[in-house]
């Protein structure tokens, strides 16, 4: 398997369709957060994946797409299982991981900027948590264990 083959940006619909593959491959096998995805919300990534993407090509490619609340599912789902800043943290490194697996130039170091945006904010919009910046707060776990 060759290493060193030249990472283009994200530019269309289909690089986001990729990536959110990717990502969500990743997801849902991982340990800690996959549990969230797979059992408590028994998501289909299928019938899901048109509406993320649409969210994440308004977001990055400013497509004007989606026209959702994005913050309502994450709610009802917090609802049911407390979600936390080591949950929020641990997307985040997920989310970095696969954009840095296939993609490199400015829209994907906006994906990753972005991400971590969302994290915090629906962490504080769900729990309170990462508000006061004190202990318990929310620590952008992609920063330590990214590369692990």
Partial sequence: MRTDIARTDIATRADLERL??????????????????????????????????????????????????????????????PMTAAHFGRWVQLWSAAV??????PVADRAKAQGERIALALLRRTSGEGTDGGEGGFVPLSAVLLRS
Avoid: C, K, Q, V
Wanted: proline share 6%; charged share 25%; aromatic share 14%.
């Fill in 20 to 81: 959110l593959r990717r990502f969500y491959g990743a997801a849902f096998a991982d340990p800690l957060i996959g549990p969230f995805f797979t059992e408590i919300a028994g998501m289909d990534l299928e019938a899901h994946l048109p509406h993320i993407t649409d969210f994440w090509e308004s977001t990055l490619l400013r497509s004007a797409t989606y026209r959702r609340n994005a913050f309502a599912p994450h709610a009802a789902l917090h609802e049911r299982e």
């Fill in 100 to 105: 840095d697996g296939l993609y490199r130039g």
